[in-house]
């Protein structure tokens, strides 16, 4: 509540602040695509866009890696200290922001879930709200229940339905997946649509564990809203996501970005213990949890956002 209070109060210019230099803070990305479309999610920004933020970024901060945040290392007084990551594991990380941070020779974290080796390989979000673009009808029954559309053609009940009753891994999302394409009638392997939910194959993903420029992170392995399930099966999930990147990374694997930002302070102590030491939130759930050295938020960044309003941000949440 806080920080969209702010984000409001810095969009409207009534926030004005000065760099806080040799402070630090990790901003998030989604996806790169090529002209920017936000008809079905509005996390992509467009090639061009993202590019100018690198060169703005290599001119005005000092981009430090993951670890090097959660460490204290290499951090400049002069600027403010920033680590890029992404989240879901999209192929046009590979396609399109992975060439153009090797480019400015800038580091990121790419989070990935294990997907991409399931049956159920796209985000249940993509596939709702691209099938919701192209359907007509105005309503889907879904376990047992009825969701209508919103003013927007947007399912927002069912995602929020989905996001408290994770399904991921479970038999209802093949049903679902089943029922929207019936419903929209779209091949989701269109060269156009391709850019907006296909995931990192394990090539594409071994081939970014070799990359200088960008280190793998775990993004759980089914993008469950781990927070949302039992301890013992988000424990099991995260621990395969692990061993799963590791497989194909041939390094450790010690970072995580929790899907939708959905975590519990016991789930984040379980998650050191496997190993997790430098763990990525949205906002902090709990308090205190700013105090713990291997928990951090982060700065959400969507295509709505100018420069200056993202330079306003990390000044005011930067640490």
């Known amino acids: 509540m806080i920080r969209r209070i702010k984000n409001k109060l810095i969009s409207e210019g009534v926030i004005r602040v000065k760099h806080q230099k040799g402070r630090k803070c990790i901003i998030m990305y989604h996806g790169i695509d090529k002209s920017e479309d936000m008809s079905f999610n509005r996390r992509f920004f467009s090639i061009n866009?993202?590019?100018?933020?690198?060169?703005?970024?290599?001119?005005?901060?000092?981009?430090?890696t993951l670890s090097d945040y959660f460490e204290d290392l290499n951090l400049r007084t002069d600027k403010v200290n920033i680590a890029?990551?992404?989240d879901d594991g999209y192929m046009n990380n590979l396609k399109y922001a992975l060439p153009l941070l090797e480019k400015y020779s800038l580091h990121s974290t790419f989070f990935i879930t294990g997907l991409n080796n399931n049956n159920q390989n796209i985000l249940w979000a993509d596939l709702v709200e691209i099938c919701a673009h192209?359907?007509?009808?105005?309503?889907?029954?879904?376990?047992?229940?009825?969701?209508?559309?919103?003013?927007?053609?947007?399912?927002?009940e069912l995602m929020e339905y989905i996001k408290l009753n994770p399904i991921a891994d479970k038999p209802l999302f093949v049903e679902l997946r089943d029922e929207l394409t019936r419903l929209s009638k779209i091949d989701l392997n269109k060269t156009d649509l391709l850019d907006y939910w296909e995931l990192l194959s394990p090539d594409s993903i071994k081939l970014?564990?070799?990359?200088?420029?960008?280190?793998?992170?775990?993004h759980g392995f089914y993008h469950n809203n781990l927070g949302n399930i039992e301890i013992n099966q988000a424990c099991d999930e995260i621990?395969?996501?692990?061993?799963?990147?590791?497989?194909?990374?041939?390094?450790e694997i010690n970072s995580i970005g929790y899907p939708d930002g959905s975590y519990t302070n016991h789930l984040a102590k379980e998650a050191l213990e496997i190993g997790y030491k430098y763990q990525c939130?949205?906002?902090?759930?709990?308090?205190?949890?700013e105090d713990l050295h291997y928990l951090s938020n982060r700065i959400g960044l969507y295509p709505t956002s100018t420069i200056h309003f993202i330079?306003?941000?990390?000044?005011?949440f930067s640490i």
């Open 134 to 156: 192209y359907m007509t009808a105005n309503e889907i029954t879904f376990d047992n229940q009825k969701f209508k559309k919103n003013s927007t053609g947007k399912f927002s």
């Open 84 to 86: 890029i990551t992404f």
């Open 311 to 316: 330079n306003q941000q990390i000044q005011i």
């Open 208 to 218: 970014i564990g070799k990359s200088k420029y960008v280190k793998v992170g775990s």
């Open 49 to 64: 866009n993202f590019k100018k933020h690198l060169k703005y970024y290599k001119k005005n901060y000092n981009v430090i």
């Open 239 to 251: 621990t395969k996501s692990k061993a799963y990147l590791e497989s194909l990374t041939q390094y």
């Open 281 to 289: 939130v949205v906002d902090y759930k709990y308090e205190k949890n």
